[in-house]
Structures are given as structure tokens and as C-alpha cells.
């Protein structure tokens, strides 16, 4: 009976095979015999004054002057259109382009064209260029877009509400405001949605709930106590060890998650030693905002930035990494000479009963979970790694690992959904439709082309302008939508300068400034407010002024070292 089954789905099998080999090889239907007879098709590509692909625009063909349309058609993605004419024209053909945010653009067929056209059945013109047109959804745009900068930069709201704010007032303008008057209109929602970079999302997601097991299991703070064994109660050498824990855990972690998982115990050493708790901190906060920047998932700028310029995690790590570590030296040195009157008050170490307090509170809580932590995650390092090759983005990676690692340890869907942040996952959704918004509009190409008249053909100079211009910018501006928002500017002045697109050059003097600009002052970045109010809870705030006093000098030399280094590898040694 086995057999015979067997033998039927073989020979279905071939029949199959034999059936689909038949219809590759017949002939194609012309459409000529018995049948509607082919249309007319006329073709092109929509662009703008920057060459990129323009999608959504609507191409109408008209013939013969006819005021009823012959035919209709929308750009793809790629700006590409084709329109299929319902009816042979006999004297013309007329193209109209029109799309939101754009100048009209018409067109008539030459004669020459036209017996083209007539003779091979189908036309294509090419790209069609349309110039921006500044309308009134332009105005709202890009003002929605700095109330949110200025909403986050003042702490009014968090940054996920300002940023569902920024985008509903989009929506209310388009939907509302755009039915009165139409040049208030901006996108619509499906638009908005193709902004959204799920990449991005997949990755952090995935790398919430890996770094979410890995901190309950206490590795962190038993990192942080090893490090003052190891400095054998010298302050100096404690922060020395300190930076280089916060700066390889930044890289491989986020800068975010390491200082919430350092700070704790940091504040009980610096206590247990008598010393002001913030010559810890400050140095641990701009130590996880300079080195985060050496791999692809050690900041948020970095996976938005790696994500949107094709930059894999072997990129940042080859190309990133030297100048993290000189800029992590120079950084070091003037935080041991500015904290030296502090670092002299503990040399004398702490008594035994503190010392075994402080080993008590780092004990290893869930040995299993961190054998399995750790497995897991070497694992997905190596496919970071390797990863390209295969052809799978970090997002898949990230993914996969998690999703072992809660197999493994803690397959409790409720506890997962605990673990990750949705209200950031929330944030970055809404930053990439409003940063959509701007670049619908033509703000970015009125930004881009500014920059580009400075930045010229000089890749020296474009890296030295958006490593300090982006960095100052980041004083006071928040780096994740700074970063999102300057992305397709630098895609513009990349195409602009010879070597810039194929080394990415200014993509990552872009991760430089945004990164390590947030160290210039306390509103910068996530990590500098999340660290002050783990310290303000604790009874030791971070003033403005005080943190002012050490980020500002840090970042300008930090910067620098930044921009020697990138000069360096792209400008003289060459991509």
C-alpha cells in the first residue's frame, strides 16, 4: 500500500515537472490573435533637483488634446512609472507629472517620439526632474519638527509623547487642514508609514529583551566591584577601570542600559570611600557616549545610522574604533586632572564590614541565566560579525537571539513584554514619520543643499563640518532625532563629494558628532538625564552648571580626536 502511494505522488511529481516545463517553453500570447490588441506604453522616472527617486507622484498621459485622461499612473519607490495608453493617439501625447510639495511638470511628445512610440509599441523618457516648491505644509512641518526638538531639549514632555505630538499635528494639518487649504497638506498616512525604518525597530527590540535577562542576573555590579579589587582602593586607577567596564559594556550593550546598570554600585564604592559620588559617574556617562559609537548596536544613533546607510557591525568596528580609543585616552587624562583634589580623599580604601557589604550587594544572583546570557550572546556577537556574508541584517540576528535566550531561560511572554521598552520603540516609530515629514516637504533638500554649497568637494572638510556642526548641535539637541533627521543630508553630500559614498566617510563623522556631542551638556542625551536621576535619587544631583564644567571641555577634545582620526583613515589613507 506504502509503495503504491509512493509510486502515485511520483508520477504526480513528474507530471508536474513535465507540465511546468511545457508552459516555460510555449510560446508567449501576443495578444494580436483573437485577442485585445497590446497597449501603448509610455515610461520614465520621477527624481528630484537632488536626483533621488521621487515616489506617489501621479503621471496622467492625455492624447490628441483631449481633456479626458488616456491614461493614469503612480511612481514606485524607485521613482519608476509606467502608463498604459487606453487609446492609440493620433497627433500627440501630452505627460503631466504632479505630486505634492512640487512644481507641475508637462510634457509633449516630439515627433520623433511619437513614431517611437508608434512603432515599438512603447517610450521611455528618461528621468523627469521636478523642482521643490515651498508651500504652507512646508512651514508646519519643519515648525512641528523644532517644538518637538525644543519640548525634548526643555524636559516638557517625554520624548515619546513630544514626538506623537509633533506627528499629530502633521495629521491634523494634512487631513483637516489640507481639506480647506490645500497647500497645508503634508502626507498621508500609508506615506508615513513607509518612513518608518523597521529594521531599526526589530533590532532594538530584540536587544531590549537579551540586555533585559542578562542585567537580572547581577553581572554588571559584580563588574563594577571587580573593578575596585583591581584598583586596590586607588581612586585613579578605580576610574581608570571603571571607564574601560563602561566603555566595552556601552559597545556591546547600549550606553543607556550600562549606566543603568553601573551607577547603582558605582554610588556605594564612591560612598563606601568617602569621596563625592559624581567623580564616578560623569566620568563613567561620557566614557558610555564616546564608545558606544565602535559597534553597530552601542547606540541608538548607530543603529539608525547603520540601518539607513547600509553600515554593518564589522563597518563601525574597523572604522570607528581606533579614533573611539584615542578619543577614550585624551578623555581619561583630563578627567584624572580635573577630579585630582577628589581622587587624593580615598586612597585610604574602606574598612572590612563596607568591603564585604559591597561584595554581598555584587553577588552573581542567577548563575544558570547568565551561563545561558552569555552563550547566547557571544553567539549573536558572531553573527553580527559574520552576518553580512549571509546576508542577514543585525535585526534578524537580534531577533533569533532573543527568542533563544527565552526559550532557554524564560519563555514567560508576559515577563518579555515587561522587559521591553515600548514607550522607546513608541518614540522612534513616531521621530521616523515626523522626520518623514520634513523630508516630504523639501526641508532637508533646502538644509542639504546649504551644507552642500559650504561643503563643496572636500571630503576633509565635510567630515570636519558635520563631526563639530553636528557635535555643537547635539549641546543642546537631542542626538536620535538630530542623527534621524540629518541622514538624508548626508546621503546628499555623500553623492557630492568623490570617495564620500563609497567609504560612508561622512555617515560616520555623523555617528561621531551625534554621539559624543551629547556629552556637551546634561540635556544632550538620554544617558546624561537617565544617570542624573539615578543620582539625584540618591541625594547627589547633577547640576547643569557642574556637568557643564566637564562635558563641554571633553566634548570639544573628544571631537577633535574624532575628526584627526576619521581624517586620517578616509582623507589619507583612503577608504
Known sequence: ??????????????????????????????????????????????????????????????????????????????????????EAPQTTVRIEVRRAHFESYEHELSAKAMQDLLTNGSLTLGKIELDSRVSLGFWVAGLTFLLVLVLIALEKLKNALAALLGIAIVFVASFVGGAFIEDMYIFNFERALTYINWEVIFLVMGMMIVVGIIEGTGVFQ???????????????????????????????????????????????????????????????????????????????????????????????????????????????????????????????????????????????????????????????????????????????????????????????????????????????????????????????????????????????????????????LSFAIANVPLAAAMLPVVKFLSAGVPGAAESRALYYALSVGAAMGGNGLLIGGETNLMTAGIAARAGYPISFVRFLKVGVPVTLLTLAMGAVWLLLRFAVLGS
Open 1 to 86: 500500500m506504502r509503495r503504491r502511494v509512493f509510486l502515485y505522488v511520483y508520477a504526480l511529481f513528474l507530471l508536474g515537472c513535465a507540465l511546468a516545463l511545457v508552459l516555460a517553453h510555449a510560446p508567449a500570447a501576443t495578444g494580436q490573435e483573437g485577442g485585445e490588441p497590446e497597449k501603448l506604453q509610455v515610461s520614465g522616472f520621477v527624481v528630484d533637483s537632488h536626483r533621488e527617486p521621487v515616489p506617489a507622484a501621479e503621471i496622467t498621459a492625455f492624447v490628441d488634446g483631449a481633456e479626458a485622461p488616456a491614461g493614469h499612473a503612480e511612481s514606485q519607490e524607485d521613482g519608476s512609472w509606467v502608463v498604459s495608453l487606453e
Open 222 to 472: 559584580w563588574l563594577a566591584f571587580q573593578a575596585y579589587r583591581v584598583s586596590a582602593g586607588r581612586i585613579s586607577l578605580l576610574i581608570i577601570v571603571l571607564i574601560i567596564i563602561t566603555s566595552i559594556a556601552s559597545a556591546l550593550l547600549d550606553n543607556v542600559t550600562t549606566m543603568l546598570l553601573m551607577a547603582p554600585i558605582s554610588l556605594q564604592i564612591a560612598l563606601a570611600l568617602g569621596i563625592d559620588p559624581l567623580a564616578l559617574l560623569i566620568p563613567e556617562i561620557v566614557a558610555s557616549n564616546v564608545s558606544g559609537i565602535s559597534t553597530l548596536i552601542g547606540t541608538p544613533t548607530n543603529i539608525l545610522i547603520g540601518a539607513y546607510a547600509g553600515i554593518g557591525f564589522n563597518d563601525f568596528l574597523i572604522n570607528q574604533t581606533f579614533g573611539v580609543v584615542l578619543a577614550s585616552v585624551v578623555m581619561t587624562v583630563y578627567l584624572l586632572v580635573h577630579y585630582r583634589t577628589e581622587l587624593r580623599k580615598g586612597d585610604g580604601g574602606i574598612s572590612p564590614v563596607l568591603y564585604d557589604k559591597l561584595k554581598q550587594n555584587a553577588a552573581i544572583t542567577d548563575p544558570r541565566t547568565l551561563h545561558f546570557s552569555l552563550g547566547v550572546f557571544g553567539a549573536m556577537l558572531v553573527f553580527f560579525a559574520v552576518g553580512e556574508s549571509l546576508h542577514m541584517v543585525p535585526a534578524v540576528t537580534a531577533l533569533v537571539g532573543a527568542t533563544a535566550l527565552l526559550l532557554l531561560v524564560e519563555p514567560d511572554i508576559d515577563k518579555m513584554l515587561r522587559v521591553v521598552d515600548w514607550t522607546t520603540l513608541v518614540f522612534f516609530m513616531a521621530l521616523f514619520m515626523l522626520v518623514g515629514a520634513i523630508q516630504e516637504v523639501g526641508l532637508l533638500t533646502v538644509v542639504a543643499d546649504a551644507m552642500g554649497s559650504v561643503v563643496g568637494d572636500s571630503l576633509a572638510l565635510g567630515v570636519v563640518i558635520l563631526v563639530f556642526g553636528v557635535g555643537v
